[in-house]
């Protein structure tokens, strides 16, 4: 790598100088800035975080979970339908007869229906807030 040569000579540099009205201010002993006034927020709240499908699903696939057991999943179906602007009703649940005759790989596929209805029509938080309440013995294991 070829250095450009400089052809110009640059003065020293010099030190500053401080006008004498200042001079004594410099060895002045600092003080502490007191705080400045705030805005008070005035009882704003924080938005709502937002759960995601990916969280709920794993909530719902923790060891080895399947559904929730017909009573817990038709109190969330009602949460579902009792849920304002949503598109048309969720898919049903498996319950009554149909429940001893299904795998337990449909049960679980007509859930994650029912979640991702919830995830497209915005009311999937409430969902998910359901979904932690409930104790190991309310899911079905497979």
Same mark, same amino acid.
């Given at each position: ?7 110009? +000579?640059?003065? &020293? ?5 401080? /006008?004498? %009205?200042?001079?004594?201010?410099? +060895?002045? /002993? ?6 400045? &006034?705030?805005?008070?927020?005035? #009882? =704003? ?9 990916? %969280? $709920?699903? #794993?909530?719902?696939?923790? +060891?080895?979970? $399947?559904?929730?057991?017909?009573? @817990? ?12 602007? @949503?598109? #048309? =009703? /969720?898919?049903? /649940?498996?319950?009554?007869? *149909? ?10 596929? *007509?859930? !994650? ?5 919830? +995830?497209?029509? !915005?009311?999937?938080?409430?969902? !998910? ?6 104790? &190991? $013995? &309310?899911?079905?294991?497979?």
């Amino acid at each position: 790598m070829i250095k450009p040569s400089i052809s110009q +000579d640059f003065p &020293d540099t010099q030190p500053i100088t401080v /006008p004498m %009205e200042f001079e004594a201010s410099l +060895d002045a /002993p600092t003080e502490p800035m007191g705080l400045m &006034d705030m805005p008070a927020y005035g #009882g =704003l709240e924080l938005a709502p975080i937002e759960v995601t499908l990916y %969280e $709920v699903t #794993g909530l719902t696939r923790k +060891d080895n979970r $399947v559904c929730p057991q017909p009573s @817990r999943w038709l109190e969330m179906y009602r949460i579902l339908q009792d849920q304002p602007g @949503r598109d #048309g =009703l /969720p898919p049903d /649940p498996v319950v009554g007869s *149909a429940w001893a005759s299904t795998p337990p790989l449909a049960k679980r596929m *007509a859930f !994650h229906e029912q979640l991702e209805w919830a +995830d497209r029509n !915005h009311c999937l938080t409430p969902v !998910h807030e359901y979904l932690k309440t409930l104790r &190991d $013995v &309310d899911w079905y294991v497979a």
